[in-house]
């Protein structure tokens, strides 16, 4: 098997393989077993009897096929049309082989769980305060295209993050919740991460939930917001918005959304957790990270020199900052910002939306700047553009800048 051709029969005809190389076997104290088809060690089961004699079976045809499929599965083209009892259990024997911590095979292992089994390998990732799991595997994080809840709260991710692409492409149609509080994102990246929304129409067409609270974005940055079509809660909280007659009526007028008196739950941050057959992979990666010893060198090497130089205060106050948090309970209750959609104004609007995404995208714009254009003549702030020229005048210097750059 090591020098020798593979062919495969397929449909009747036979074809020979090329380019492929098996996985090696483990080393074993019997130098004949180097073929990875014969049978092995973990091959046979060992169990005593009541004398205490060691005896074994051997494992089910099934089980060898299973474990050689988990050794190659980077040779694997697809797994669509397999049932879903045969996919979890080939990504447990995956995962016990450690193939995802291998950063050469996880991100195609990965993508090829994802593309067949959509949300039962991961339908939501909790990332708060995770930050250097998200910079360390992103190209892992991107494979999980069928995510419902995603949870970047205190990630860092400031203005300009590579993931913000990732979040407005169809990779995560699916996305209903959101959360991106904490993360020094002001108006400018607000308006980035939504300009291929405003721009192209496409993208974060299901998000209800929106959390984008201890953000120093301000009333500028809601109209960014009028391109999310289903937009049912907001959270606002520790943000530079004061709540008020104004803040009101703005949100009503762009958004639809009334502010709410008591605590949403959907931002009870408590409940949120990652949930998926990758459960235990994503702790893994954490657990992983945290025992490298060559980082825990380069951190007693970079200590050290901050230490020489005299910055280790100023450093360590940067790494170790914690999000924004209240000091207080009752300092929470008072800057608690958050905002839904009433349900009679949500009936009503998904009667009047069509099912198709395309429709219902159109008339939703429109409405929205029929009364973001209303809002603005009772302020007298600038007068409105013409009605032909809505499209052109809606776009900023900008927008036509990240425009030009897709």
Same mark, same amino acid.
């Given at each position: 098997?090591?020098?020798? !051709?593979?062919?495969?029969?397929?449909?009747?005809?036979?074809?020979?393989?090329?380019?492929?190389?098996?996985?090696?076997?483990? =080393?074993?104290?019997?130098?004949?077993?180097? @073929? =990875?088809?014969?049978?092995?060690?973990?091959?046979?089961?060992?169990?005593? @009897?009541?004398?205490?004699?060691?005896?074994?079976?051997?494992?089910?045809?099934?089980?060898?096929?299973?474990?050689?499929?988990?050794? @190659?599965?980077?040779?694997?083209?697809?797994?669509?049309?397999? /049932?879903?009892?045969?996919?979890?259990?080939?990504?447990? !024997?995956?995962?016990?082989?450690?193939?995802?911590?291998?950063?050469?095979?996880?991100?195609?292992?990965?993508?090829?769980?994802?593309?067949?089994?959509?949300?039962?390998?991961?339908?939501?990732?909790?990332?708060?305060?995770?930050?250097?799991?998200?910079?360390?595997?992103?190209?892992?994080?991107?494979?999980?295209?069928?995510?419902?809840?995603?949870?970047?709260?205190?990630?860092?991710?400031?203005?300009?993050?590579?993931?913000?692409?990732?979040?407005?492409?169809?990779?995560?149609?699916?996305?209903?919740?959101?959360?991106?509080?904490?993360?020094?994102?002001?108006?400018?990246?607000?308006?980035?991460?939504?300009? /291929?929304?405003?721009?192209? #129409?496409?993208?974060?067409?299901?998000?209800?939930?929106?959390?984008?609270?201890?953000?120093?974005?301000?009333?500028?940055?809601?109209?960014?917001?009028?391109?999310?079509?289903?937009?049912?809660?907001?959270?606002?909280?520790?943000?530079?918005?004061?709540?008020?007659?104004?803040?009101?009526?703005?949100?009503?007028?762009?958004?639809?959304?009334?502010?709410?008196?008591? =605590?949403?739950?959907?931002?009870?941050?408590? #409940?949120?957790?990652?949930?998926?057959?990758?459960?235990?992979?994503?702790?893994?990666?954490?657990? @992983?990270?945290?025992?490298?010893?060559?980082?825990?060198?380069?951190?007693?090497?970079?200590?050290?020199?901050?230490?020489?130089?005299?910055?280790?205060?100023?450093?360590?106050?940067?790494?170790?900052?914690?999000?924004?948090?209240?000091?207080?309970?009752?300092?929470?209750?008072?800057? #608690?910002?958050?905002?839904?959609?009433?349900?009679?104004?949500?009936?009503?609007?998904?009667?009047?939306?069509?099912?198709?995404?395309?429709?219902?995208?159109?008339?939703?714009?429109?409405?929205?700047?029929? #009364?973001?254009?209303?809002?603005?003549?009772?302020?007298?702030?600038?007068?409105?553009? /013409?009605?032909?020229?809505?499209?052109?005048?809606?776009?900023?210097?900008?927008?036509?800048?990240?425009?030009?750059?897709?």
């Amino acid at each position: 098997m090591d020098n020798s !051709a593979i062919y495969v029969r397929e449909r009747g005809n036979l074809r020979r393989v090329g380019g492929i190389v098996l996985a090696q076997p483990k =080393p074993v104290s019997s130098c004949r077993r180097t @073929n =990875p088809l014969v049978l092995r060690k973990e091959h046979f089961i060992f169990t005593y @009897n009541a004398e205490g004699s060691l005896r074994y079976t051997t494992k089910s045809l099934f089980d060898i096929t299973l474990l050689f499929v988990a050794d @190659n599965i980077h040779h694997v083209d697809s797994l669509v049309g397999f /049932p879903e009892q045969i996919g979890d259990r080939l990504f447990a !024997a995956a995962e016990e082989n450690r193939a995802f911590l291998n950063a050469d095979v996880s991100p195609k292992a990965l993508r090829l769980f994802s593309d067949a089994y959509g949300e039962m390998v991961l339908g939501s990732l909790c990332l708060r305060n995770r930050f250097p799991l998200l910079h360390e595997r992103m190209d892992e994080i991107k494979t999980f295209h069928s995510l419902k809840s995603l949870d970047l709260f205190g990630c860092r991710l400031g203005d300009d993050h590579e993931i913000f692409l990732h979040l407005t492409s169809s990779s995560l149609a699916s996305l209903i919740q959101l959360f991106i509080g904490g993360n020094c994102l002001s108006d400018a990246g607000l308006q980035r991460l939504t300009a /291929p929304i405003r721009i192209m #129409r496409k993208g974060l067409d299901r998000l209800q939930f929106l959390d984008v609270s201890y953000n120093p974005i301000s009333e500028r940055a809601l109209r960014y917001l009028t391109c999310l079509p289903k937009l049912e809660k907001l959270d606002a909280s520790g943000t530079g918005l004061k709540l008020g007659t104004r803040l009101k009526t703005i949100m009503q007028d762009l958004l639809g959304l009334i502010h709410s008196e008591k =605590p949403l739950e959907t931002f009870d941050h408590s #409940r949120c957790k990652t949930e998926g057959w990758a459960e235990q992979v994503v702790n893994q990666w954490e657990t @992983n990270g945290s025992q490298m010893p060559k980082q825990k060198k380069i951190e007693e090497s970079r200590t050290s020199a901050l230490r020489f130089f005299g910055r280790q205060k100023f450093v360590r106050e940067v790494l170790n900052a914690a999000t924004l948090v209240c000091e207080s309970e009752e300092e929470a209750e008072r800057e #608690r910002l958050h905002f839904y959609r009433p349900a009679a104004h949500s009936h009503i609007s998904e009667k009047q939306t069509p099912s198709t995404t395309n429709h219902h995208a159109k008339p939703s714009w429109h409405s929205v700047r029929k #009364r973001q254009r209303q809002s603005e003549r009772c302020e007298s702030s600038h007068q409105s553009p /013409p009605a032909k020229r809505l499209s052109s005048s809606a776009l900023t210097a900008e927008d036509m800048d990240l425009l030009n750059s897709y």
